[in-house]
């Protein structure tokens, strides 16, 4: 890759490996690109060891998602989802194991895959993008078995309440739903631009980020980032951040976020932003914890 590619390189999806010791980054070329993370933490790490340990084109769009399972790290771009075995990709082996598409309603059609999450209560993949629809997919049998919709525009991200069987999705019609996973009817519809303390018109009503834990919900995006109690269906903490709020999560007592702006943003679940942490971009399209360390890692 020459100059102006890595001078207009945007990396939109990361994944740590099951092991914790491999992050895999997933840019706007389609390529995935995994890293030695002892190798490029170490005290004596060099420039080479900071460099991807492998390169290769996954697809032919952005890689918008990545995720990983036990043995698996799935991939999406342009259409379609692809399985990669990590134990291979550490191998420096390079083949997908399979690669599928949601049933999309033309052949012609090619939406953006910008989101998965893993339901752990049935082992599906729920998938969300361009044609406004979320897509779940049996895990077991590779085939696409409901659609769910009900979104006016692009789905930009998706997440699972386990403990209340429940799918979560935001879009760029500025809608949070609440889909029931067995029967795929829609629950609730929370359009989070409409609540004053929310709304910020000048950045636009779409939801760029949404994420659980047990009774609450995080999301933002156009609208402050703000956390709302699922049972009463009504914000409690609105984050004075400035800019779009791109992903956040929950971790212990803190919420972490990046969005607009060249930082981590770590913030209590009252509402005050305790820390932000600087980075080098001035922008921040992902963030990922590594459950099996005490790190987190940020890509621009």
């Known amino acids: 890759m020459g100059p102006v590619e890595l001078l207009h390189m945007s990396v939109f999806s990361q994944s740590f490996s099951p092991c914790g010791?491999?992050?895999?980054?997933?840019?706007?070329?389609?390529?995935?690109?995994?890293?030695?993370?002892?190798?490029?933490?170490?005290?004596?790490?060099?420039?080479?060891?900071?460099?991807?340990?492998?390169?290769?084109?996954?697809?032919?769009?952005?890689?918008?998602?990545?995720?990983?399972?036990d043995c698996h790290l799935l991939s999406a771009g342009n259409g379609e989802i692809s399985a990669w075995s990590w134990s291979e990709l550490t191998k420096k082996n390079v083949k997908p194991l399979w690669t599928r598409r949601p049933n999309y309603k033309s052949s012609l059609e090619?939406?953006?895959?910008?989101?998965?999450?893993?339901?752990?209560?049935?082992?599906?993949?729920?998938?969300?993008?361009?044609?406004?629809?979320?897509?779940?997919?049996?895990?077991?049998?590779?085939?696409?078995?409901?659609?769910?919709?009900?979104?006016?525009?692009?789905?930009?991200?998706?997440?699972?309440?386990?403990?209340?069987?429940?799918?979560?999705?935001?879009?760029?019609?500025?809608?949070?739903?609440?889909?029931?996973?067995?029967?795929?009817?829609?629950?609730?519809?929370?359009?989070?631009?409409?609540?004053?303390?929310?709304?910020?018109?000048?950045?636009?009503?779409?939801?760029?980020?949404?994420?659980?834990?047990?009774?609450?919900?995080?999301?933002?995006?156009?609208?402050?980032l703000s956390l709302w109690h699922l049972r009463s269906l009504s914000p409690t903490s609105i984050f004075n951040l400035s800019g779009c709020q791109r992903q956040s999560t929950f971790h212990q007592d803190l919420i972490l976020t990046v969005g607009e702006g060249a930082f981590v943003s770590h913030c209590l679940l009252g509402g005050e932003v305790k820390a932000q942490i600087p980075c080098t971009p001035q922008s921040l399209n992902t963030l990922q914890l590594n459950n099996n360390s005490t790190e987190h890692r940020v890509r621009p």
């Open 21 to 69: 010791r491999f992050l895999a980054a997933g840019n706007n070329y389609g390529e995935i690109a995994v890293f030695s993370l002892s190798a490029a933490l170490s005290p004596d790490a060099t420039a080479l060891n900071q460099k991807p340990v492998l390169t290769f084109t996954a697809h032919e769009g952005p890689v918008f998602s990545l995720l990983s399972t």
């Open 110 to 224: 090619i939406p953006e895959i910008n989101s998965m999450t893993i339901n752990p209560r049935d082992n599906s993949l729920v998938v969300g993008g361009g044609d406004n629809n979320i897509h779940v997919m049996d895990l077991e049998n590779g085939v696409f078995k409901t659609v769910l919709q009900g979104h006016s525009d692009y789905v930009h991200c998706v997440t699972v309440r386990e403990r209340e069987a429940e799918i979560l999705s935001g879009g760029e019609d500025g809608a949070v739903r609440l889909w029931d996973s067995r029967t795929g009817q829609c629950v609730h519809c929370i359009e989070v631009y409409k609540y004053e303390v929310c709304a910020r018109p000048q950045y636009g009503k779409w939801i760029s980020c949404v994420t659980t834990d047990s009774d609450w919900m995080l999301c933002g995006g156009g609208p402050s």
